[in-house]
């Protein structure tokens, strides 16, 4: 059994596939991928990853915790912020490589790192050949929270708070 | 400019986040994650790849195209099943590393290549402490075709075709 007691041993495919044991397959650099929605809304509000030990703790407390791979180490959600992630539920995918977790957030309600709702504000134009420079719209401006007052801005500005964190 | 012509010189993290120009960052191996919701209900239906000439096919024809890990070639969604996705939006996050499809359903209406509407059909129980064999919970058991038809039983057994495909 691995550190976390999450990983049960190798499963055939039908087994990950039909079968009802969690057996979450890692990365080869430990990680796994996550897909984080507002269970209110539906929308995407963030994409991240976790390590087993941060799978293990949001599965323990119910409250999301992922892996910074910016900052190299384990990250509850709204640590800094206060803005946390409380999971309603938890999904994996056919093979087993892929979390989805619905959240219900607290705080400012605001899940992306530059003080918005989510971090998937801007839309990509579809529909016509791609060139070099695609211009991007914005779909939601609106900051429910000033990162330099909550992050500081020595923080922000020497890139070391990324993605959601 | 790089081959698929969607890549856009380096940019500054401000440009990237609070900039207009598509600036997608592929990983070393040279793939963007992709989260896919239907437009319709909101649900998450697969979880998947890109390269940049999926990325560049997607944009232009607006059908969905994934590169395949499993297979090592890009995948037109759909090509075998029939069940295609038209991309109804397309979003990037923050520092522009993951991609977000909403899409609309053709054919069998089923994204999963189990059969299933979407790849996470099954939930993970939360807010107890995890052990090894975790019991999952089928929250989707409809099969809206049969893999072996479609896919044929040779390849769904010797796991040619994976997660969605």
């Known amino acids: 059994m691995s550190k976390a007691g999450i990983t049960p041993p190798s499963k055939s495919q039908a087994d990950i596939e039909e079968g009802t044991v969690f057996a979450p397959k890692f990365a080869g650099d430990g990680l796994i991928p996550v897909v984080v929605t507002s269970a209110e809304t539906g929308e995407v509000l963030m994409f991240a990853y976790m390590n087993e ?10 409250e999301a915790h992922y892996w910074s791979r910016s900052r190299g180490g384990l990250w509850r959600k709204g640590e800094v ?3 946390t992630q409380r999971v309603v539920e938890m999904r994996t995918d056919c093979d087993q490589d892929a979390i989805w977790l619905k959240v219900e957030m607290t705080g400012a309600e605001a899940s992306c790192h530059t003080g918005r709702r989510t ?3 801007r839309a990509v134009p579809v529909g016509s050949a791609p060139g070099a420079g695609l211009a991007l719209r914005f779909v939601e401006t609106e900051r429910r929270f000033d990162p330099d007052e909550v992050y500081g801005h020595a923080g922000a500005a020497k890139g070391t708070l990324k993605s959601s964190e």
């Not at 030990?53 to 119910?62: D, K, N």
């Open 119 to 121: 971090c998937f504000y």
């Open 53 to 62: 030990e941060a799978l293990a703790r949001t599965i323990e407390t119910g």
């Open 81 to 83: 912020s206060g803005n």
